[in-house]
């Protein structure tokens, strides 16, 4: 395990006056529920659970074959109940609670593993495995069960019009206003266990190094597409790292 140190506020700390964060935004992504057994995007020659991202990730892939999207879905709903949140989901939640001052999640992944591991208020921007949605009536349901095309919507009582409230490939992430809004008011924002390939989310670190007023730290198990952007990296696993910077954040409040 390396750990990379450029303007940290651990540093700055030593040497100036002591900075305390009251609005911290921390983006996660795949790599912080790997320690828990859920396989990330890109480790995997391109492949997520031997599928390729656009086979099932896609509307179009939906209008080709519903079953085998509905099913590949409902296999990842499924795995849910065989994971449990690791250090890395835990000690964000306990920095919810004992920062006194905002911290926002927003995550990339579609598992519930930060509101098992005690977080509120998470942001999806990519949907949730846990729910479905009604194509007629818009509605979103929480589902943990399968979802077939003999489900029915609890509102409008439908047949086969509900699919999972996952953000596909060339649909609006969630919350985006919302988001905006806490990046230009935060004064740190740490991105955890994401490689930085996927838009909006990647550029987040761009949309706040532009308010010139936060710092910036990168939680990853190897440099990300934008590590660069950071002013600050610490390379390895997430469950290892991130108890141990929620203390030195805590400890500074
Ligand atoms: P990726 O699979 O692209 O990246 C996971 C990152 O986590 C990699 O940089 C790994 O090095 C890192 N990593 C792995 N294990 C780790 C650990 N124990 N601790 C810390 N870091 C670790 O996943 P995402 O960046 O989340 O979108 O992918 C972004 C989006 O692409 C996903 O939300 C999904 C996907 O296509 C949609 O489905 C819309």
Redesign the pocket.
Known sequence: MQEIKRGSFVERDKNGPERVFKNIVIL?????S??SGVA????NDGL?ENHK?EDV?TPEAFARDPVLVQSFYNARRAHLHTVKPNA?HKALARLQKELPGDVTIVT???DDLHERGGADAVMHM??ELVKVRCRACATVHDWIIDCTAESKCPTCERLGTLRPH????G?L?FHMEEIAEKLQACDLFIS???????YP??GFVSNVQETGKAHTIE????P?EGASLFAERRQ????E?LPNLVQELLNMG
């Open positions: 996660t992504g795949a790599g912080i790997a320690e990330t995007f890109r480790d997520w991202i990730a890395a990339q992944n579609v990519h949907g996952i953000v596909w490939f649909e992430p955890v266990g994401t490689s930085g390939n996927v989310a990647a939680v990853n198990l190897e990300s390895g696993k997430a469950g790292l």
